[in-house]
């Protein structure tokens, strides 16, 4: 079978699938051409990308037709998120937080510190 046909550059289908993608038919390497002009598989593969680019090329360049509200429902949507006000933490409420999290850090750090001079004695 072609497709399972190993070159003496060791190139297999599998390995070619990034750059049949990645690049146009021009840039392929030699091995790469080679492979493509004796593989059935790849071919159809090439094809396929080829007529992929194709359509992509099309729908590029084809006209869409938008409802003509839906960019003012868009502002009007982001205008009522942006109104909402994010849930805050009073300034008081957040330094007794900020002090009972370090007051907690000193503690662990003591207890750890007298378990191993406990544990040195």
Known sequence: MPSEKILPTDVA???LVDELVST???L???PTRVHVAECLRCQAELASYRRLRRMMRTLANAPI???PMLEHDIRDLLDQLDQTSARRIPARA???LGGIAAAAGVIALAKRQRRATRLAI
Do not use: H, I
Request: net charge negative; charged share 40%.
């Open 13 to 15: 289908c599998r390995d």
């Open 24 to 26: 146009d038919e021009s």
């Open 28 to 30: 392929l390497s030699l």
């Open 65 to 67: 037709d938008l409802d």
């Open 94 to 96: 957040a330094a007794t």
